[in-house]
Every structure is written in structure tokens, then in C-alpha cells.
């Protein structure tokens, strides 16, 4: 069939990290498989769709960001539709169909795909396929496959019934209206991700999905068939027949059996699969379609390295002081560091405010790269990337954020997100490279469908980087151009400010735990996180800085780059006399010692001014080893500007029994909000009063979530749909708000 009379559709997008463009970009690919032409557009490219005149199916694929933002690249297209001029039959015409990418461990689980939903229905715009919500808190592939497996057949129905109408009005018949693409027979709750009863056997729709998708699933509708290597029966691949000696495995299990042969049962690692996996067909993704053609040319000289691509709009600061606020064991590493701004004064923050820093692959880890790639002679090349004339990929572009004539060690330096898991897509396009055939099909099983418990497993959960994946099939031999195709930009790592500005003139602290990552399969050594590990060699040994005061030459301190994320939201209530609630427990009282610094300053400058209760909420394991803040926090309430402190330890919690009772303190945040239910229930509902939340999205945010639920629920007497409600009424007002990461 000739291109030109193929049915078309359109595929919009709107995507922060990369992965709903790539599931976008991947539709628009597979769509000439099934007869079909897409217009492939980000939602930000106003001069290359106009949905008030598309008469041709449209598909959205959008994911969320920050507080249930939209991505940068879909902020100007959420504002347009918003807007109350709009008729409600302004996109009548309009059929559409939607897969928002979210992660139910953050607040306003897909809220941008859900806005964007809300607003088409209101304008008029029919759906003709059941929007899906992909969380990438348990794995976007859980609905993403499936809802692409559905989306084909949804387009053609939908162009078939536009066509039927089309015929009809042509034939003079009296329906003049849009056709009816509506689907009243589809449920959209059919998936429920926290039923176990639908993980197996996912349906194509579904109500509770979100998140950030990723690479991988972008093509996973077009499958092919893969045999096992060996027939069923046969041995498995041990570590020691991979080639991949220096990965550790789990010791299996032995056993004898009656004839006094030893049996020994395998035991399934990064590299090493069991039945029934070893033993099955397999479905894998299509293969991505290869789109840039690299080179490398000579340098005359070594390169020196100094800084990320985006140096020239970032702020470098010298670190002035570094105080470790933990000790003893059982506790992470908290570290709070000082940077002076003096030189910036375009570089004003606000308490709520925080910052990017921007830190390099770690050296060591580059050196590995480019020895595993085969380049550690080429380090110094600069690298010619352009556009492949043959490719199949729609859309395709060159990314923006690697400069032209970059150095090889550059690339890896400042450009490329070493670290990051690697995703389906990923895999898949490494099988091409690998000789050995036992991990040719190791490979294809985590870029499976069959494979998605090992991948989750041994990939996503312990956050395998590119590099161990690498190290751990040895065979394997990609280009330099298929890491550059599929490795995301290298992200600054993003601060909550500790500090206020009125109390600290031209400093700016912050506070981090130094990340963790244990051994396991594929990684045989732990490691520390890539950005909090750096800060922390830049200190070590010495973080305190005894020998080198703020008088001292800032040429002698560490330098770091960073940028400014100033808050529109997270800010202490405009009107001082409002009352407001702080939960912060860990790391997560950082932003509030900035509140209540701030708060101190204008205490002292406004000494008869009415100031409302402030109340803290925090939580730690041990008093004496990971209180931090502790001394400025109980001089906050002895001089009043802290009307409350909550303090709960988890560990400490048989050593000390709640005063005149005998039950055991609370351990966790939301048990010191259950004691304090009226008051808190008082200064929300009928206060006006505001609430911060800061800290880990997993567990203590739902945590107290839940909790404030229950208050509510106890203390108006209202069910649980009612309390909901009211706390949604809250986070309208902009009067519940969190800084929470995952």
C-alpha cells in the first residue's frame, strides 16, 4: 500500500526524564507495522499540530513532574487548555486516547495526564480507547504493555467509525455531529496494580497506573518469538560457563539423594536464569531502530575537563565548611554543608527554595567505561555526531545537551548518566552485540516479558547501572553510538536549602544522608550514590575543615556547580500570624530549620507583630546519634519561635515509657500526629493553619497521609470519602503540601 494512503493518527508527548518520549517515539515506529502513518509531535512544537483542526485520532503520552507538575516541554499546552475562555465544544471534534506515566510513591499520582483528561472531556473531545495510568512504583510495564498491545486495534476502529461518518455525511445523511468514538462499554478501573489478583494477568486498561515511563517499553508491542538455547531438561548456565567470573552469586543449595549423588539446585542471579524461565519462550521487544552515525577525530591535545555543558548559566561556589552530624552505628552518614554566594548576588533564595548541584561521573567509573568500550586510547577524540540517513526512527534528533566536537572523556565526564538502570530497549539492542549465546539469551530474558520478575529483581530494584551490566556480560561489545542512542542525560541532583538568608548573609547550607548501595548480584562491591558520594570525597578526610578558615583563600576550598530551583509553593505562610505544622523527620528537617531561622529574624525585627504556633514534628532512629539540628532546634523553642517540638526515635523506644503511663513512646512521625490529633485537626479546619511535609515518598509520606485521614476522620466524625475530601481541599489551597523523594 502506498505511504500516502495509509491511515494517520497523531502521538503527542510530554516528558521530563525522556521515558514517555520514548514510548511515544516507539508507537510512531511501530505504527507502519500495522498499516498505519503517525505524526509524532512534542506537545511544546505549536507549529507542527493544531488539534483545533485535527479530524485524525490523537494519542497522548505524558508524565508528571515535581509536585504533580507538568513537564517543562507540556507547561504552555496545560496552561492553553486551562483556559476558561475555551468553549465546552471547543474540541468537539476530537478523538482521543491517553497514557499518563506516573509513581504512586509520590502525591498527585499522574496529575498531569489526569488534568490534561479532565480538561479535553470538558472542551468536548471524545476518548476512544481507555486512558491507562502507568506506576513506575511497581514497574510501568505492568500497564503500559498491555495498553499498547490494545492501542492498534482502538485506532483502527476509531478511523473506521470517522471514516463511516464521513461516508454518511457525503451520502447526505442528517447526522451532521462528530461521530460517537466514545467508549461507555470499556470500564476504566478494570486494574487495580495493588490487587495481587491482577499482577499475572494485567488487563489493558487501567485506573490506578502512572509514572515515569522508561525506554524500554517504548517498542515491547512488537514481539518475536525466542526457544530457550538449551532444551528442557538440559543444564542451566552456571556463572563459570558465562565467562562472568568476578560476579558473585548466591551459593546454591546442595542435596543428596538416595542413590548418594549430590543434587544441587541453582539458585537464579543477574546472569543466571532457572526454570521455568531458562526453559520458555520467550516474547521480546521489537528491535530499536539504530539513528545516529558517530565518529571520532584526532586531538592534538589532552582535554581538561572543567565543568558540566551548562557551566556558563550555573553559579560556582566554593564549600566553606562541612560538619558530619552523625555517629555511632546503626545510622546513615548525615553531612551538612556550607557554600559561600558571596560572589553571586543574582544568587537570592528563599526558605522552601532548593538547588541543583551538578556533579561529574565519578573518574574511576569513566576510566572503566571507556576501557570496557574499548576506547581508553580515544579519550581525548572529539566525537562527530549526526543523524543516520537511513533510519526508520520517527522523530529523531540529535540530543541537545552533548556539545558538538566533545571529547570522548567528556561525554562520559558530563553528558551521560553512567549510572542509570538500564532499561528494556537498552537490553534489547545490546543482544545484537553479544557473542557468547548463553548470555545472548540471559539478555533476552530480562528484556522480556517472561523476564520481568528477573529484571525487576537484578536490574531496576538494586539499581544495576549500565556499567555493572556491562561488566557482567563480558561478550558483549556495543558501539559508542548505541550508548549515546539509549543512556539519559547525566541530571544534577537537587537540594532542599537548610538555611535562611536573613540569619546566614551569603551562605547557603544543605543536608544529605550519603547514599548507599549493598552488594548484590552483578554489583560484587557496594557503592556510595554518584552525587552524595562525590560531596563526600570532596570533604573527606576532614569534614569539619579545622585548618581552613572562612579568612582562608577560597582557591584552597572545593568548588561545585550549581542552579538555582526556586519554590512557588513551599514557602512558610505569606502572613505571619498564620500557624503552621512542619513534619520533617531525617534529612527531611532541612527546608525547616530555614523556616524557623527566618522566622527567629523577624521575630527579633518585629518584636510586637502577632506570629502564629509553630509546630515540628521530627523523628529519628537514636537521640544520641542521629538527632540532627538538635541544639538549634531546642534554642527555637526555648526563645519561642518554635511553639512545639515532636520528637520520636524508633530504636530508642524501649528505653524511655510515655510520662505517667506505661505504654512505649511513639516511634514515627504519624504517632506523634495521632496524640496531637486536635490540635492539629484544630489549626488545619478551622485555623487556616498550613502543613510541610518533608522527606521519603515510600513510606512516610503515605504514612502521614493516612494519618491526617484518620484525624480527620475522628475528629469531624466523617467517613473516610469525606476526610479524603477535605485534605484534596487542603492541597488545593495550597495549605498540604510536601517536598518528598523516593
Not at 518475536?224 to 548466591?250: K, M
Amino acid at each position: 500500500m502506498p505511504s500516502e494512503l495509509k491511515p494517520r493518527f497523531v502521538v503527542l508527548y510530554g516528558s521530563q526524564k525522556g521515558q514517555a518520549q520514548s514510548i511515544a517515539e516507539g508507537i510512531a515506529e511501530e505504527a507502519e507495522e500495522h498499516g498505519l502513518i503517525a505524526d509524532l509531535s512534542c506537545l511544546d512544537q505549536n507549529d507542527k499540530y493544531n488539534l483545533v483542526k485535527e479530524n485524525a485520532p490523537v494519542v497522548f503520552v505524558v508524565s508528571t513532574t515535581g509536585d504533580g507538575d507538568p513537564p517543562d516541554n507540556a507547561v504552555q499546552f496545560v496552561k492553553q487548555i486551562k483556559k476558561k475562555t475555551l468553549s465546552s465544544d471547543h474540541y468537539k471534534h476530537l478523538c482521543y486516547a491517553l497514557l499518563a506515566l506516573g509513581d504512586t510513591n509520590y502525591a498527585n499520582f499522574c496529575n498531569c495526564g489526569k488534568t490534561i483528561e479532565r480538561r479535553l472531556k470538558e472542551l468536548g473531545a471524545k476518548q476512544f480507547y481507555a486512558s491507562g495510568y502507568a506506576d513506575d512504583g511497581v514497574g510501568l510495564e505492568l500497564v503500559v504493555d498491555p495498553w499498547l498491545n490494545g492501542l492498534w486495534k482502538a485506532i483502527k476502529d476509531a478511523l473506521s467509525k470517522m471514516a463511516s461518518a464521513n461516508l454518511k455525511g457525503d451520502m447526505g445523511d442528517s447526522a451532521k455531529e462528530s461521530p460517537d468514538l466514545s467508549v461507555p462499554d470499556v470500564k476504566l478501573n478494570l486494574l487495580s496494580i495493588s490487587d495481587p489478583r491482577h499482577i499475572d494477568s494485567v488487563r489493558p486498561f487501567g485506573d490506578d497506573v502512572s509514572s515515569v515511563p522508561s525506554a524500554a517499553v517504548s517498542s515491547a508491542s512488537t514481539i518475536s518469538n525466542v526457544r530457550p538455547v538449551s532444551p528442557a531438561g538440559s543444564s542451566v548456565l552456571t556463572p563459570e560457563a558465562s565467562g562472568a567470573t568476578s560476579v558473585s552469586t548466591s551459593v546454591p543449595e546442595t542435596q543428596t539423594e538416595a542413590a548418594g549423588i549430590p543434587h544441587v539446585t541453582l539458585t537464579a542471579s543477574l546472569i543466571c536464569s532457572v526454570p521455568p524461565l531458562s526453559e520458555s519462550s520467550l516474547n521480546i521487544p521489537a528491535l530499536p531502530p539504530a539513528y545516529l552515525d558517530v565518529s571520532l577525530q584526532d586531538a592534538d591535545t589532552e582535554e581538561q575537563i572543567i565543568g558540566p555543558v551548562e557551566k556558563e548559566r550555573l553559579y560556582q561556589v566554593p564549600l566553606t565548611k562541612a560538619v558530619q552530624l552523625t555517629s555511632g552505628d546503626g545510622v546513615k552518614t548525615a553531612l551538612l554543608l556550607e557554600l559561600d554566594i558571596s560572589a553571586h548576588t543574582a544568587m537570592v533564595y528563599q526558605p522552601g527554595d532548593s538547588f541543583d548541584v551538578f556533579c561529574p561521573n565519578r573518574a574511576i567509573e569513566v576510566d572503566c567505561m571507556l576501557h570496557r568500550l574499548g576506547l581508553q586510547n580515544q579519550r581525548n577524540h572529539h566525537i562527530s555526531i549526526a543523524l543516520r540517513k537511513d533510519t526508520k526512527k520517527k522523530g529523531a534528533q540529535v540530543s541537545s545537551y552533548i556539545p558538538q566536537n566533545a571529547s570522548v572523556l567528556f561525554l562520559f565526564t558530563w553528558c551521560l548518566e553512567i549510572r542509570s538502570v538500564p532499561k528494556k530497549a537498552f537490553l534489547r539492542a545490546l543482544v545484537e552485540y553479544t557473542v557468547d549465546h548463553m548470555q545472548r539469551r540471559r539478555l533476552q530474558e530480562l528484556c522480556s516479558k517472561q523476564g520481568s520478575t528477573d529484571y525487576n529483581r537484578f536490574v531496576r530494584d538494586p539499581s544495576l547501572s549500565v556499567l555493572e551490566l556491562l561488566e557482567a556480560f563480558p561478550s558483549c561489545s556495543p558501539p559508542l553510538s548505541l550508548l549515546i542512542e539509549h543512556l539519559p542525560r547525566l541530571q544534577p541532583r537537587p537540594y532542599s536549602a537548610a538555611s535562611s538568608i536573613l540569619k546566614h548573609p551569603s551562605k547557603l547550607h544543605f543536608v544529605f544522608n550519603v547514599v548507599e548501595f549493598p552488594a548484590c548480584s552483578g554489583r560484587p562491591v557496594g557503592r556510595r550514590g554518584l552525587c552524595t558520594g562525590w560531596l563526600f570525597d570532596l570533604i573527606n578526610p576532614d569534614p569539619v575543615f579545622p585548618g581552613k578558615s572562612e579568612s582562608s583563600s577560597s582557591l584552597l576550598l572545593p568548588k561545585i556547580h550549581v542552579g538555582l530551583r526556586p519554590s512557588c509553593s513551599f514557602r512558610p505562610p505569606s502572613d505571619p500570624s498564620v500557624p503552621f505544622i512542619m513534619v520533617g523527620p531525617g534529612t527531611g528537617v532541612a527546608p525547616f530549620v530555614g523556616f524557623l531561622q527566618q522566622r527567629e529574624e523577624e521575630r527579633n525585627k518585629n518584636p510586637g507583630a502577632t506570629f502564629g504556633d509553630t509546630w515540628l514534628f521530627f523523628g529519628c532512629r537514636y537521640r544520641d546519634r542521629d538527632y540532627l539540628f538538635r541544639e538549634e532546634l531546642e534554642g527555637f523553642l526555648s526563645n519561642g519561635t518554635l511553639s512545639h517540638l515532636e520528637v520520636c526515635f524508633s530504636r530508642d523506644h524501649n528505653k524511655d515509657k510515655v510520662a505517667s503511663t506505661s505504654l512505649d513512646p511513639p516511634r514515627y512521625v504519624q504517632h506523634n500526629l495521632l496524640f496531637n490529633s486536635r490540635h492539629i485537626s484544630d489549626i488545619l479546619l478551622k485555623q487556616n493553619g498550613h502543613l510541610y511535609v518533608c522527606g521519603d515518598a515510600k513510606n512516610m509520606a503515605k504514612d502521614v497521609n493516612e494519618t491526617l485521614m484518620e484525624i480527620i476522620k475522628t475528629e469531624l466524625q466523617v467517613d473516610q470519602l469525606e476526610a479524603m475530601k477535605r485534605l484534596a481541599v487542603l492541597r488545593e489551597e495550597k495549605r498540604y503540601l510536601q517536598d518528598i523523594w523516593g
